[in-house]
């Protein structure tokens, strides 16, 4: 038995839902700024599915057109046409399937993610909302309808980011807006995990997808040998080479539905030099080649 969410376009529109402030704008755009945030419009025509998607880093997702369904620890959600914004902690794992919209177009989507040293920043910023996020031992998928101050909000920190002379400063100012908005109606992101080798080694290969990487060449970038780097991943319930997959198949899905390279730029951006071996994990992972995706 599940629980379902599902949220859908009210019937009269919102003030702020106007032509000026479309979501598109800055499709295109340079818009992340590293150690702060990533922003990316993912788009597809076809209907996928994956299972054990895990969120790498705390997100904020808005479906533009098209819907997705999430089912995340016995719990079901739907997002669908801008009515509503999906919070995701860092760790959640979820199945989903992206549906485009029936009238032939892109499924597309807004995808923010927001680095460990943003939130922890805002929380020490408010320390009165650090005790609200609560010590959550389970990450937490949450939706809300996407209201006036909400959208405000994230237009503001969509236009700034499209900025590039703006500064760093001044940009994890909007972002901490973004997040005191969201504290305003409850809603918190826990803490990423910082404690432990999983979460380390997650960041380096995450940096680096393209790296040759090995379990040796891992553990002396995390100051440690081989064995030790992989009796540690066995006591936290991890693999290297598990890990290792799972982040450059993430980073090329993304690649696919946020870029028009060939698949061989695709390929060696996630550490691939064979397109063709490439092609075999994607569609091991996906249930679908990357070719298809497009």
């Known amino acids: 038995m599940t629980r379902e969410s599902r949220l ?6 919102d003030a702020m839902s106007n032509e000026s402030l479309s979501w598109s704008d800055y499709y295109g755009s340079s818009l992340s700024r590293d150690n702060l945030i990533s922003v990316a419009y993912p788009q597809l025509r076809v209907r996928q599915s994956t299972p054990s998607f895990c969120f790498f880093e705390p997100t904020v997702l808005i479906v533009l057109a098209g819907r997705i369904e999430f089912l995340t620890s016995g719990e079901s959600h739907t997002l669908a046409d801008t009515a509503a914004v999906g919070f995701i902690d860092q760790g959640v794992i ?12 892109p499924f597309r989507s807004l995808f923010l993610t927001f680095s460990a040293d943003v939130l922890e920043s805002f929380y020490q910023f408010s320390q009165s909302h650090l005790s609200l996020s609560g010590d959550r031992k389970k990450p937490k998928f949450t939706a809300m309808a996407l209201n006036s101050a909400l959208q405000e909000s994230l237009h503001t920190l969509l236009k700034n980011l499209a900025q590039p002379n703006l500064s760093d400063a001044r940009i994890r100012l909007r972002i901490f807006d973004l997040l005191l908005v969201l504290a305003e109606q409850d809603i918190h992101f826990a803490l990423p995990r910082r404690q432990g080798v999983l979460p380390r080694l997650s960041n380096l290969l995450r940096a680096s997808p393209e790296t040759d990487w090995t379990a040796r060449s891992a553990g002396e970038a995390l100051a440690m040998s081989e064995s030790t780097l992989r009796r540690r991943l066995r006591e936290e319930g991890g693999s290297f080479e598990k890990l290792l997959v799972d982040i450059r198949m993430h980073h090329g899905l993304m690649l696919i539905q946020t870029t028009r390279w060939n698949m061989a730029q695709v390929a060696d951006a996630c550490g691939y030099k064979s397109v063709s071996r490439f092609a075999e994990r994607f569609t091991q992972r996906f249930g679908l080649s990357p070719s298809r995706l497009r």
């Open 94 to 105: 979820a199945d989903y399937t992206k549906f485009p919209p029936d009238n032939g177009s």
């Open 8 to 13: 859908v376009l009210p019937d009269e529109p």
